[in-house]
């Protein structure tokens, strides 16, 4: 899935900083786990991993790549009779795509027609299956990861929510495909793993002591709610059916949006986030654009940690572009860095 601050590339870097610093495999956490890639990562490396984050589309990914150790019995065949159904209309296909309900067009050209009409159909199916008990909540979990990331690859978008384009591009003119979405195995007889839906100190004094608190924090002013606003539909569904609002159709979202997300609250947040972690090592990633210093992590992880422990390590990249530049914005550089931040606790 196509998602800001997504770690897939960088995993090398911070398997690799963790070999660096001699972290051996135990119980890692990751509260901000976004679309789990890095928790799944640790997991295959053979770390029990507790994963979290504020976003229930978040909390599908996870379930289905951390939670799960194995695809459930039947699953295939579930995706073969989702992938047999006919499109119907609903929610989403008249809020998000221009057919709409005659008489309540909305004009909001997320997906083509088509594609509406069928998410709609997969959503209602896999909601049916689990109110009459056919499949249990974490299999449900793992279709709806499997639909999220399906709509993504037909989504008529640059890659975030936040809007939508004015023409049907190439990959929302292709019909929706669901494809196996397989869970990550335990390696070396590891605890099991756990997913979270929740503020990161929720699930940091939750889940206890650990070996590995990772933390991977949105690092800029724009709130995911805003941006993934559809992918967090499909996964909490619309029953009772949500009021949605603006050009886009947002839906209500006051409760996920972050603090780390505010320029005079991002302090507050990560003092909140450590003293909630009871763990041996800490790994902060944070670009280099963030409403963080690293003067102010440098200094917050030392706080926290053992001072003479802390190391900075940091990996360039070519930046995420949702667009090109143009009248409205400019980017002023093409790469930027990631730094991760390490430090030692007592």
Known sequence: MRY????????????????RFGIAPGVACDPFAGTASVASALKASGWAVHAGDVMAASYA??????????????????????????????FLSEHYTLAGIPGREHGRMYFSNENGRRIDAMRSRIARWRSDGDIEPRQAWLLLATL??????VANTTGVYASFV??????????LELRRVDPTPPRNGSAPSSAFQGDAPDLLRRVGPVDLAYFDPPYNARQY?????????????????????????????????????RAGRVAGALSDALDATDTRHVL??????????RSEIESAMRERGIADSYILLDRPYRRYRSDSD??????TRDRVAEHLHYVRCR
């Open 4 to 19: 800001l601050g997504n770690k897939t590339r960088l995993i090398p870097f911070i398997l690799d900083a963790v070999e």
């Open 61 to 90: 990914l996870q379930v289905a790549r951390v939670e799960i150790d194995s695809a459930p019995e039947g699953y295939d065949e579930r995706l073969e009779s989702l992938s047999g159904l006919s499109g119907e209309r609903g």
């Open 148 to 153: 999220i990331e399906a709509a993504d690859r």
């Open 166 to 175: 004015k023409t049907l591009q190439p990959n929302a003119k292709r019909p």
């Open 225 to 261: 709610p805003g941006y993934y606003h559809i992918p967090e539909l499909i996964a909490r569904g619309w029953t009772p059916p949500p009021e949605i609002r603006g050009k886009t159709g947002l839906i209500p979202d006051e409760a996920l949006r972050s603090d780390w997300c």
């Open 284 to 293: 902060f990633s944070y670009n280099d654009e963030g409403l963080l210093t």
């Open 326 to 331: 143009g009248p409205g914005r400019t980017y």
